[in-house]
């Protein structure tokens, strides 16, 4: 019997490496590369574009100036007070009246409108935030893979408690600015210090 239970020890120490060598862990600020990447800066631009024109919609501009309109008639009427007459009270009462509903069924309509454009500039944000970060996810496998890591955690997550992915490491290796220069970052303006994609490059004036 202690032959045998020997043996079997024997294997099973046999089976097991004699050194486990620890995991090969790295991190990537997740955050960071998604904010300086080409697509990332294009796609805020855009955004930006696309919400700005909103604002200078044709029936936004004649529901300010309906509105404006509105507030200069409302103060005459007020400051007028009894030098008017009656009569003419009424009919510029009635008009005030035709004008407020008039403005009141442009910004309704409006408002239906800057709803649905709204909900299409968030879901093409949405649809190309998930594409970039796929992105990211897929480059940090790769080089992860090259490089032999077993893990890589994106130092900038937090939980949906708000509280960091990542609570401690120590002296962890950093793959975000390989990551970064995988995807292509935007440059920076010399002039402004702000971040603009780079400029296409130019041609051989020699040939």
């Known amino acids: 019997m202690k032959r045998a239970a020997a043996l079997v020890t024997t294997l099973i120490m046999a089976s097991l490496p004699a050194f486990a060598a620890p995991p090969k862990v790295a991190m990537v600020r997740v955050a960071d590369v998604f904010r300086q990447l080409e697509g990332?800066?294009?796609?805020?631009?855009?955004?930006?574009?696309?919400?700005?024109?909103?604002?200078?919609d044709r029936r936004q501009v004649a529901i300010d100036e309906m509105v404006a309109d509105l507030q200069l008639r409302g103060k005459k009427l007020a400051e007028?007070?009894?030098?008017?007459?009656?009569?003419?009270?009424?009919t510029l009462e009635?008009?005030?009246?035709?004008?407020?509903?008039e403005a009141k069924s442009l910004e309704e309509d409006f408002e239906s409108y800057r709803a649905e454009k709204n909900k299409e500039?968030?879901?093409?944000?949405?649809?190309?935030?998930?594409?970039?970060?796929d992105l990211i996810r897929v480059t940090a496998e790769k080089i992860a893979k090259q490089d032999g890591y077993d893990w890589v955690f994106d130092s900038s997550g937090q939980t949906n408690t708000g509280v960091p992915l990542v609570l401690y490491s120590k002296n962890p290796t950093d793959l975000t600015d390989r990551v970064l220069a995988v995807l292509g970052p935007a440059k920076n303006d010399p002039k402004t210090g702000s971040t603009k994609p780079p400029a296409p490059p130019k041609k051989n004036q020699n040939r």
């Open 94 to 101: 009635r008009e005030f009246l035709l004008k407020r509903q």
């Open 121 to 133: 500039i968030n879901a093409e944000m949405v649809a190309g935030m998930r594409t970039r970060l």
């Open 80 to 90: 007028a007070g009894t030098t008017i007459d009656p009569e003419t009270r009424k």
């Open 40 to 56: 990332t800066v294009k796609a805020n631009e855009e955004i930006q574009t696309k919400r700005e024109a909103l604002k200078k």
